[in-house]
């Protein structure tokens, strides 16, 4: 039987644009951090987090089907944290010392009731960069009001959490794949966290600059949502990227 749609329904899913969040690690820095010193941080972090809106409050671990999962709370049950973690075994079927990594859910079933998966990865291998990611933010979009707000605190918290965290970037996806001005480079995108002060007199053209006491600072680029079909959006976002690079502070993408 075909599924019938509400107007509402329908516009909202087309309205829906792919955004990415990340958060990337200083591999030689979040290796001398345990595996039970990284789970205790995340579950501090899904605390924090679950204060900014009722869709962050709760994490599962995948099961079977949607509903098999939802019984693994690992906000109200931290060992299915650590069950998760040690599911993930390396090329010779053992669990990794240098690695902790976990995947989640935070229990909507349709993507445009805020449906959102947590990727957390932390290594100092070459395979890839080690990295917290969030997919995807852009159905919070759609169903939190003032997601800026609420993105900007999940940054703020995850940089207070982990100050191994070296770059963090939300930024509409094609964004960032295709239309970066330095493809070698990282980008500060619509909100991003570089680990130095910066100021109104670094980047005149930033929205916001929200300083994190011996952290560093978040930076907004453009107020409302970032929207790369807008010239000046993304003229803003490229011109406070080569202002980063004259600085020193705008990282190698791989590195």
């Not at 990337?24 to 924090?48: C, P, T, Y």
């Not at 599962?60 to 075994?89: C, I, K, M, Q």
């Not at 080690?130 to 999940?154: H, K, N, Q, T």
């Amino acid at each position: 039987m075909m599924t019938e749609y509400s107007d509402e329904y329908m516009s909202k899913a087309k309205s829906f644009r792919s955004f990415y969040f990340s958060l990337r690690f200083n591999k030689n820095k979040i290796a001398l951090i345990s595996r039970e010193g990284q789970l205790a941080r995340s579950v501090d972090f899904f605390s924090r987090i679950g204060e900014l809106h009722p869709l962050l409050k709760n994490w599962y671990r995948g099961g079977n089907s949607p509903e098999e999962g939802l019984r693994f709370n690992v906000v109200e049950h931290p060992a299915y944290l650590r069950e998760e973690a040690d599911s993930w075994l390396d090329d010779s079927e053992t669990v990794s010392a240098r690695r902790t990594k976990y995947v989640l859910w935070n229990g909507q079933v349709d993507p445009l009731n805020g449906a959102l998966t947590m990727l957390y990865d932390a290594h100092d291998m070459t395979i890839t960069m080690p990295s917290i990611e969030f997919e995807d933010v852009g159905f919070l979009l759609l169903a939190i009001p003032d997601a800026r707000e609420v993105l900007i605190g999940m940054m703020r918290a995850a940089v207070e959490v982990w100050p191994e965290i070296e770059w963090g970037v939300i930024a509409p996806l094609n964004y960032y794949l295709d239309f970066r001005i330095f493809k070698d480079r990282q980008t500060v995108g619509w909100i991003g966290y570089c680990p130095h002060k910066l100021t109104k007199e670094m980047l005149p053209e930033a929205e916001d600059l929200i300083s994190l006491p011996e952290r560093g600072t978040i930076v907004v680029t453009c107020p409302g949502v970032m929207d790369e079909k807008n010239k000046e959006h993304y003229e803003r976002v490229g011109d406070i990227d080569t202002e980063l690079v004259e600085l020193g502070y705008l990282p190698m993408f791989l590195s």
